[in-house]
């Protein structure tokens, strides 16, 4: 399917393409074993200007939108979802600096942000506040020149590796969902330290590690936007890093799918590739058409985004959830299509179907999706009336 | 510092079939790529410009379809661009070929000069040390380690069958280098965008100012006059039997011949 990209679109995608094959997919599988982070591939990505993507101009970005970020990612995912997570979950982090950040905050992060010098990683969920994130403990309390941090968040993506985070506290617990704030805080900051480093089903090359605050001091500029628009900030942040999720899904998806199609030509049983049994081509049939509508889906609720419009909620939740849904199918399918071998960590398949879960439960589980796509249909409907 | 990086456009020898019949390369439909020593030979101009600061060009002699490596080149972080292009330079051999790259590196002017170690279509390794012949400057071949470079002179390691030499040459001198050199970088998205709008410059004979009897097929003296597969090498035996008897053949040959 021809999606008309520009020249520069599609020079996005061949250099993405291009570090997938040379840089990634020789290590990926070493990676995954020795849940090692991809430092290396980082640092190419960032001499490839990949962190600049959807970083303004004036910052030092090429300040390209939402469209040319899923590109990247999901050219990347076709080859590893744990790298293209540590990717991603760096934009993820961002976007409260870019959305909502004081002119000063800009200034001070976005160009080493968008040089790939220093990683981004974004701080919502806790112990207690996964779905639900109005169970946050983590607190901040204005003292003097200073907001004062105590609280530990759990399985944050960049977490100890990152320079840069991106927090979400309660400021004011009176005042329910309108008592929390988002903070910048750098590593190095006193009484910020990291908590016990997962060890994960998938996206192995990617750090999942807890976020210690014990009475962490962040200077009063550190506050994003004003106090009280914590969760706003965390909720556009979502809205505009969600379709990241559903590009990862329709990355990992292709790239699984390939290697089953690959592997079925060659595959003989009874005589034949197994390619030649109706069972398989039905399986690959509906894989490539399932693929191709998440892509368009995908590709449609970017360009949604980039248009300008002011609520892409119900539109990214869509495509967060249809892609990673389509990418769990689609691994688990080309592990069936290629039996035993598909089982095997000797084919990547093996790795993408363990990495295609996180897809369905990381920045909202799709249970949250369905939820909110139906929250937002019931007001639309609400509405027209 | 100035530097200029030679750089051949060679078919992707990993995709390339022969023509038994006459020995040549089947070109048609064969991408076409950066001669890969020479991808080594931008990394390191480009790292050295990193160091000292100046500029990177990239020379090549070619159809007008070499313009797509130069692009490439420009992608990596060259500066500049030139392509030695013209009818004119039909059929060259090594001499003709050095002959007109050190015209255009006369013309642009270089402290330092980086070629790859060899063509993996030509083979022949000769065309480096014939530029800086023709520029009569000092060069070093099978570069595998700068170890310095100043504005007045480079020290480099260099492979030898036996070893390596280190040697210091003053500048202007041009270096022909290996692989293990350095690793190519990938190209950025800015220089993706740069080399689509570059402007790569082109010039003929004419222009560099060389007689028609020094390049091309006039300019050389060298004919290919048969391609052919050498056949293997000889003097060679080959051992058969149970490996123990053949372990005790082999100690015996080897004793024999004084080489144990
Ligand atoms: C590898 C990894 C990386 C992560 N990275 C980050 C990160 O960088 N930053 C960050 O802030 N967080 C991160 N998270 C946290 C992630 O966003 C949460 O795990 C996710 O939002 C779900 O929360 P939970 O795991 O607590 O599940 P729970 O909320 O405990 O949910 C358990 C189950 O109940 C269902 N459920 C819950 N509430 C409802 C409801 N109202 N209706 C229907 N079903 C419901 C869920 O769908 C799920 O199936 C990461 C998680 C993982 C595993
Ligand atoms: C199919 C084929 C047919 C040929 N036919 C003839 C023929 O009819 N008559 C004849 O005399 N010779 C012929 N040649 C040889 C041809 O002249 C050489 O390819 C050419 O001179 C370069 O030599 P080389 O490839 O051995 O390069 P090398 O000497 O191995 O190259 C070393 C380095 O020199 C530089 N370099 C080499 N060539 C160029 C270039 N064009 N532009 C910029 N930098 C360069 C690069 O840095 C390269 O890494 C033929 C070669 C081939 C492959």
Not at chain 2, 202 to 210: H, V
Request: proline share 4%; glycine share 10%.
């Amino acid at each position: 399917m021809d999606y008309f990209l520009s020249e520069e679109q599609l020079m996005i995608k061949e250099l993405c393409a291009q570090i997938a094959q040379e840089k990634v997919i020789p290590v990926r599988a070493e990676l995954d074993e020795k849940e090692e982070f991809p430092w290396e591939i980082m640092k190419v990505m960032a001499s490839s200007d990949l962190f600049g993507l959807f970083i303004p101009e004036e910052y030092g970005g090429l300040g390209k939108g939402s469209f040319e970020l899923t590109i990247a990612v999901e050219e990347l995912s076709k080859a590893c979802l744990g790298v293209s997570t540590t990717y991603a979950a760096n934009a993820l982090g961002t976007y409260p600096i870019l959305l909502f950040g004081t002119g000063e905050q800009k200034k001070k992060y976005l160009p080493d942000i968008a040089a790939g010098k220093r990683l981004v990683a974004f701080g919502l969920t806790e112990a207690n506040a996964g779905s639900d994130a109005g169970g946050t403990r983590t607190t901040a309390r204005l003292e003097g020149d200073h907001y004062v941090i105590n609280g530990t968040k759990q399985w944050i993506t960049n977490g100890g590796e990152a320079e840069i985070y991106t927090v979400i506290a309660i400021t004011d617990r009176s005042k329910g969902p309108r008592g929390a704030s988002a903070f910048i805080v750098e590593k190095g900051t006193p009484g910020f330290s990291f908590g016990k480093k997962e060890k994960k089903m998938g996206i192995r090359a990617s750090a999942t590690r807890e976020l210690v605050f014990e009475d962490c001091r962040v200077p009063k500029e550190n506050l994003i936007s004003k106090e009280g628009m914590g969760f706003l900030v965390a909720m556009k942040t979502l809205d505009s890093s969600r379709v990241g999720v559903g590009a990862q899904g329709v990355g990992v998806a292709q790239g699984a799918f390939d290697e089953a199609v690959k592997f079925a030509r060659q595959r003989v049983q009874f005589g034949h590739p197994v390619i030649g049994f109706q069972a398989i081509q039905h399986m690959i049939a509906d894989m490539a058409t399932e693929i191709e509508a998440a892509r368009a889906l995908v590709y449609a609720a970017a360009r949604y985004a980039d248009s300008g419009a002011k609520d892409v909620t119900k539109v990214s939740s869509m495509a967060k959830l249809f892609a990673t849904d389509v990418a769990m199918r689609v691994t688990t399918n080309s592990v069936q299509v290629m039996g035993g071998s598909g089982y095997m960590r000797e084919y990547p398949v093996e790795k993408m179907m363990r990495d295609a879960k996180i897809l369905q439960i990381y920045e909202g589980t799709n249970q949250i999706q369905r939820n909110v796509i139906a929250q937002n249909i019931i007001k639309e409907a609400a509405k027209a009336k | 510092m100035k530097i200029a990086v030679c750089i051949k456009q060679v078919p992707d020898t990993a995709e390339v079939r022969i023509n038994r019949e006459t020995g040549t390369l089947i070109r048609e439909g064969v991408p076409s790529i950066i001669n890969p020593y020479d991808t080594h030979a931008i990394e390191a101009a480009l790292s050295i410009r990193e160091m000292l600061g100046g500029t990177v060009c990239a020379v090549t002699m070619g159809p007008p379809q070499a313009e797509a490596s130069l692009r490439e080149a420009i992608s990596l972080g060259v500066d500049e661009a030139f392509l030695v292009t013209g009818r004119e330079f039909a059929g060259a051999d090594t001499l003709a070929t050095a002959c007109a790259l050190s015209g255009v590196i006369k013309k642009i002017g270089a402290d330092l000069i980086i070629c790859g170690k060899q063509a993996i279509d030509g083979d022949t390794a000769q065309v480096g040390p014939e530029v800086a012949e023709f520029l009569d400057i000092p060069h070093v071949s099978y570069v595998k380690k700068i170890i310095e470079v100043n504005a007045e002179s480079i020290k480099v390691e260099r492979m030898m069958d036996d070893g390596s030499d280190i040697v210091e040459a003053g500048l202007p001198a041009l270096i022909t280098v290996v692989r293990e050199l350095n690793t190519p970088r990938l190209p950025s998205l800015k220089g993706k965008m740069n080399a689509k709008k570059a402007e790569i410059k082109k010039m003929g004979a004419a222009e560099l100012g060389l007689p028609p009897e020094v390049v091309g097929f006039n300019g050389s003296p060298t004919q290919v006059k048969k391609i052919f597969t050498p056949g293997p090498r000889g003097g060679r035996k080959q051992l058969e039997g149970p490996l123990e008897e053949q372990i005790d053949a082999l100690i015996n040959e080897l004793l024999e011949k004084k080489c144990l």
